[in-house]
């Protein structure tokens, strides 16, 4: 099975004990599907990234409109253009920044396109639509972004205080983090400590991970039942 999908499948299976709603797991596969952004085959990406962040800069500068989401765009950009494969877009550090920076991405577009009246469920769906042709694969795209829009609009989202931190910067990071677990299962490994320790991490810390997972996930689902 080719990595992106082992990965998308991965981040569904790691997020779903702890975010139940269609539009967390919608997150955490954009955010599994990022860290690969690194790679030299990705530079395509790269520069659709900036050049998006770039433009959506300029447009929102030149129309007096918060221009946060372009900045963060290129800032991501440059991250992934100066990590090596495997390096600083895998690790802890990595992880959380990107995550931040997705997570005030998602807060500030619901923010700024509720102020045009639109539907949660709108504005959910287009941030989807958005990230997803972004981050997601070209093969996984279609299915992905059908099984994610039907979902926003056929099942009812909290109602109460549902955009917060917890519910955006949760799956976004559980995703990015399920896919350096999965990478420290590939024999070269993942620079986790990066920039502090070079030294690559293997299975022994991706089976560590797992078992704390499996651990959290049973008291995240003991609360339910």
Same mark, same amino acid.
């Given at each position: $099975? ?16 702890? &975010?139940?709603?269609? &539009? ?49 765009? $290129? ?15 895998? %690790?802890? $550090?990595?992880?959380?920044? *990107? ?11 619901? &923010?700024?396109? %509720? ?80 920039? &502090? ?9 991706? *089976? ?18």
């Amino acid at each position: $099975m080719p990595s992106y999908k082992k990965h998308a499948i991965f981040a569904l299976i790691f997020t779903l004990p702890f &975010f139940f709603n269609i &539009f967390s797991l919608a997150l955490a596969v954009i955010g599994a599907s990022l860290p690969d952004f690194d790679h030299d085959l990705k530079k395509k990406n790269i520069s659709i990234l900036f050049i998006t962040g770039f433009l959506l800069t300029v447009i929102t500068y030149l129309l007096a409109l918060p221009y946060t989401v372009g900045i963060i765009l $290129m800032d991501m950009a440059l991250i992934f253009y100066l990590s090596r494969h495997r390096g600083f877009t895998h %690790s802890l $550090m990595g992880l959380i920044i *990107l995550s931040l920076f997705l997570t005030i991405l998602v807060i500030s577009t619901y &923010f700024f396109m %509720s102020t045009w009246g639109l539907d949660k469920e709108v504005i959910f769906a287009l941030i989807v639509l958005f990230l997803g042709v972004l981050a997601v694969n070209k093969r996984i795209i279609i299915p992905f972004l059908f099984i994610s829009l039907l979902g926003i609009f056929l099942i009812p989202l909290p109602a109460y205080n549902f955009l917060n931190l917890y519910n955006v910067f949760g799956p976004i990071f559980l995703g990015f983090l399920s896919h350096s677990i999965l990478d420290m299962f590939n024999p070269s490994g993942v620079e986790f400590l990066r920039p &502090f320790v070079a030294n690559k991490f293997k299975k022994p810390l991706g *089976l560590f991970f797992i078992v704390v997972w499996i651990l959290l996930s049973f008291y995240s689902l003991s609360r339910l039942f």
